[in-house]
Structures are given as structure tokens and as C-alpha cells.
Nanobody
Framework: QVQLVESGGGLVQAGGSLRLSCAAS????????MGWYRQAPGKQRDLVARITSTGRTTYADSVKGRFTISRDVAKNTIYLQMNSLKPEDTAVYYC??????????WGQGTQVTVSS
């Protein structure tokens, strides 16, 4: 079993920044890809950003130019740098690790709240 531990969420004013971290209990190269998803109350969980084992990144249109996903292989950690935050970015953010097919692990989630 893999553990994904997220940190870095919190309350921030619109226009501010936060950096989320997700530490994995094993090498992140063992995963096909890792990413960040978010879920706002009453809405489905959506992809925010994803990085493959080869380093290819994908972003939701709503965060392009504002959010950056990155990784530190030595620390088995991925990050999500979030700049120019908007109230609509408010959600619980979940770390995800894909290991083949439709199988993946999820973190426990971290709350991000952006006040207007």
C-alpha cells in the first residue's frame, strides 16, 4: 500500500499564492503519473494538473498560466504552486498517483480556501 501525504493548504486572499506538497511513501518513478485533483462542494472531482514519469505536464484550462506542477525525485514529492488564486479555486485538493490501467492511489485531501 502506498501512502500519499498532502500538505500546504489553507486560507488565502484572492490574488495570493499557496504551494501544495504531496509526499509519497515510495519512489515517484514507480508511478505512471502523479497529479492534483480538486473537488468543490456539490461538484465532481476534476483534474487540476498532472505530471508523467517522463516529466510531461498537463493542466486544466482554468489554471493554465497560474498553477505549476513540479516534482522532487529525491524527496518522492510533487508540488503544486498556485499563484493568482481566485475564489473559484476553493476546493479540497487531492494528490493522485497512477500505477497502471485505471488504478490509482489517493491522498486524504487538503483544503484550499480563497477569500474574495
Amino acid at each position: 500500500q502506498v501512502q500519499l501525504v498532502e500538505s500546504g493548504g489553507g486560507l488565502v486572499q484572492a490574488g495570493g499564492s499557496l504551494r501544495l506538497s504531496c509526499a509519497a511513501s515510495r519512489s515517484i518513478f514507480s508511478f505512471v503519473a502523479m497529479g492534483w485533483y480538486r473537488q468543490a462542494p456539490g461538484k465532481q472531482r476534476d483534474l487540476v494538473a498532472r505530471i508523467t514519469s517522463t516529466g510531461r505536464t498537463t493542466y486544466a484550462d482554468s489554471v493554465k498560466g497560474r498553477f505549476t506542477i513540479s516534482r522532487d525525485v529525491a524527496k518522492n514529492t510533487i508540488y503544486l504552486q498556485m499563484n493568482s488564486l481566485k475564489p473559484e479555486d476553493t476546493a479540497v485538493y487531492y494528490c493522485n498517483a497512477e500505477f497502471g490501467g485505471s488504478n490509482s492511489y489517493w491522498g486524504q485531501g487538503t483544503q484550499v480556501t480563497v477569500s474574495s
